[in-house]
């Protein structure tokens, strides 16, 4: 079975820590990973990523891809109160139920 | 704002109703994207239009159903509602056929009462 697994569930830090939130995948014929930010509704997106090894960054936020292991990475770093959401994973895959499976999601709490 | 709009915002209604969520996707976008999200089982994929014409699906259970119009908005219809059918459900849009960037809608709030 298709499945999207993120960890931690939730992380409470304080301003100013690096956190690093982690997805892993089983999917049929992997086509993208996705990261999405989820404030108080709407999933805004942040990255995509289909090569192994390349980096994506966009401020203060940077992703990674590994495609052997099957995982993915989302890094924060000097974290801010601003950064509080829940950080949703999906693949893009091509099996009998395609598009995309999304994980838990992380809930990531930033105290100031 | 994504510039996906969705209405109504709140929708309470009975066991075994009958609904009508409406998505407006953004402007040039050809696909639009329905999820449901509750709070077990999270985000979930229910089907996907392109430029008028089914292109994949998901779990999407056989009370409900959908459609894009020829102006490219899309309605999800949800019928003998019960009450595990509570949930926020999304539209999303994207350029192209892949949901390689998807903007998201505000949402709908369905309650079953």
């Known amino acids: 079975e298709d499945k999207v697994v993120q960890s931690p569930l939730s992380l409470v830090v304080h301003e100013g820590d690096t956190v690093t939130l982690n997805c892993s995948y089983e999917v049929t014929n992997f086509r993208s990973l996705l990261w999405y930010k989820q404030e108080k509704k709407a999933p805004t997106f942040l990255f995509m990523l289909t090569s192994s090894g390349i980096e994506k960054k966009s401020g203060r936020l940077s992703s990674i891809l590994d495609k052997k292991e099957l995982f993915s990475i989302l890094n924060i770093t000097a974290t801010q109160t601003g950064d509080s959401a829940i950080y949703l994973c999906?693949?893009?895959?091509?099996?009998?139920?395609?598009?995309?499976?999304f994980g838990k999601g992380t809930k990531l709490s930033v105290k100031p | 704002d994504s510039g996906v709009t969705q209405t109504p915002k709140h929708l309470i209604t009975a066991t075994g109703q009958r609904v009508t969520l409406r998505c407006s996707p953004r402007?040039?976008?050809?696909?639009v994207y329905w999820y449901q999200q509750s709070l077990d089982q999270g985000l979930q994929f229910l089907i996907q239009y392109y430029n008028g014409e089914e292109r994949a699906k998901g779990n999407i259970l056989e009370r409900f159903s959908a459609q894009q119009f020829p102006d490219l908005h899309s309605e999800l219809n949800l019928s003998s509602l019960e009450l595990g059918d509570s949930a926020l459900y999304f539209c999303?849009?994207?350029?192209?056929?892949?949901?390689?960037?998807?903007?998201f809608g505000p949402g709908t709030r369905l309650t079953v009462t």
């Open positions: 402007s040039g976008d050809l696909s």
């Open positions: 999906a693949v893009h895959h091509g099996g009998s139920q395609g598009n995309l499976i």
């Open positions: 999303a849009s994207s350029v192209g056929g892949m949901p390689n960037e998807q903007y």
